[in-house]
């Protein structure tokens, strides 16, 4: 499966779109974070992430940051198999749709893997809530070293 499947899949079945995030997010950082259409997929679900947390000004401010990769990421988004036009066109229609506008023969892909697509465990709250239940030690490990290796580097590059 595609991880752009999987994320129309989280999106649409379980309205996970904090995994939707996720799963682009790591999906993106493996390809040098090159392939816009990934970012500005990762973009649309943190905005639906906040309108269901009622954070207007957020889901606000990223549809303004979401706008300005559309351009760019719109041939990435076509060759995932987003009907680009009508995904654009959604943008203006509020609220957002919750359903992703899809190429036809991703549309049939989708729809015929709905069905063997795992439910979801979460409860409502908990997939509203979710980043404030995940799992942060390896990130914030990685930004102490990080933070460590800077100091060292400007230690060693003082004279004194």
């Known amino acids: 499966m595609t991880p752009f499947i999987h994320y129309t899949l989280l999106f649409e079945c379980h309205a996970d779109y904090f995994e939707c995030h996720e799963v682009l997010e790591e999906a993106w950082q493996a390809?040098?974070?090159r392939h816009h259409g990934y970012a500005a997929l990762i973009?649309?679900?943190?905005?639906?992430y906040h309108l269901r947390r009622d954070n207007l000004i957020g889901?606000?401010?990223?549809?303004?940051?979401?706008?300005?990769?559309?351009?760019?990421?719109s041939p990435y988004l076509h060759e995932l198999g987003l009907d680009v036009d009508s995904f654009v066109a959604q943008l203006d229609e509020w609220p957002l749709h919750t359903?992703?506008?899809?190429?036809?023969?991703v549309r049939d892909t989708v729809?015929?893997?709905k069905p063997t697509f795992p439910s979801t465990d979460l409860s409502f709250e908990q997939l509203v809530h979710k980043h404030l239940h995940r799992d942060?030690?390896?990130?914030?490990?990685?930004?102490?070293?990080?933070?460590l290796e800077r100091q060292r580097t400007r230690n060693s590059a003082s004279p004194y």
Request: cysteine-free; aromatic content about 2%.
């Open 99 to 105: 359903k992703l506008p899809l190429q036809q023969d």
């Open 43 to 48: 973009q649309y679900a943190v905005i639906h």
């Open 136 to 147: 942060r030690s390896e990130v914030i490990t990685e930004r102490e070293l990080a933070l």
């Open 31 to 33: 390809d040098g974070r």
């Open 111 to 113: 729809e015929s893997l």
């Open 59 to 73: 889901a606000k401010k990223s549809l303004r940051l979401l706008r300005r990769k559309i351009d760019i990421a």
